[in-house]
């Protein structure tokens, strides 16, 4: 399989507990995304990688947030001191591009419940 | 700034009905790109389409087309003949080529049920 993937696909834990989500994209593909989706909205922009470089960080990407690229390959999302107010689909998505129509590679995202 | 707005929360169509899912979009850019992706119960986008700013022509593919119109900035997706198997949600997204990062805009998505 030669898609973009993500583990875990769900996760379940305490508030305050910390959790780190992967995402392993598409070889090659040299930009990176994190969105969050919550129950009947459409997917919202985290942040973006280009190779190793974070680039970009949505205002929704609390201090509580980070995430890194360390070799420009895949990607870890972390999330210190869960709250509620967290729980949602992350989804990572790649792109090969470095300019124009930029479609996005999606993976089958990480459910986090946050109890 | 970039908005995304699918008027239509949900809609239910009997098996091989045809039935249209509205796009609105909002960008100052004028290099922009328009995507369709479907979102089945199992949770993975999937790519459907994708349009740029200066490509109006309208496109059809088997029993999807769409109709992309500047004048009214939609976007909007006809599926012809639906299927239960079309059942999911339908999501519009606007990616701004001066966005440095290009990142998608969604919009709220739309719930397609196909009753058998």
């Known amino acids: 399989d030669t898609g973009v993937s993500q583990n875990p696909r769900h996760k379940i834990t305490k508030r305050g507990q910390n959790v780190t989500f992967r995402c392993d994209p598409i070889s090659e593909h040299n930009r990176l995304y994190w969105y969050r989706q919550t129950l009947g909205q459409g997917p919202e922009f985290l942040t973006y990688?280009?190779?190793?470089?974070?680039?970009?960080k949505s205002r929704l990407l609390s201090d509580r947030f980070s995430a890194e690229r360390p070799k420009g390959s895949f990607s870890t999302l972390e999330i210190q001191r869960t709250e509620q107010g967290d729980s949602a689909m992350y989804l990572c998505?790649?792109?090969?591009?470095?300019?124009?129509?930029?479609?996005?590679?999606f993976g089958p995202g990480t459910r986090l419940t946050v109890l | 700034a970039q908005k995304v707005t699918q008027a239509q929360t949900e809609i239910s169509v009997v098996e091989k009905e045809d039935v249209t899912l509205d796009c609105v979009y909002e960008?100052?850019?004028?290099?922009?790109?328009l995507f369709w992706y479907k979102q089945p119960p199992s949770g993975e986008l999937v790519f459907l389409i994708r349009?740029?700013?200066?490509?109006?022509q309208n496109e059809i593919s088997g029993r999807y087309s769409w109709n992309f119109q500047k004048s009214t900035s939609s976007f909007n997706f006809t599926i012809t003949a639906s299927q239960v198997v079309d059942s999911a949600v339908y999501f519009c997204?606007?990616?701004?080529?001066?966005?440095?990062?290009?990142?998608?805009?969604f919009g709220p998505g739309t719930r397609l049920s196909v009753l058998p």
């Open positions: 990688f280009q190779n190793e470089a974070q680039l970009e």
């Open positions: 997204a606007l990616s701004e080529a001066n966005n440095y990062g290009q990142n998608f805009v």
């Open positions: 349009r740029n700013s200066f490509d109006e």
């Open positions: 960008t100052r850019d004028t290099t922009y790109y």
């Open positions: 998505a790649s792109s090969p591009r470095l300019a124009g129509d930029n479609e996005q590679f």
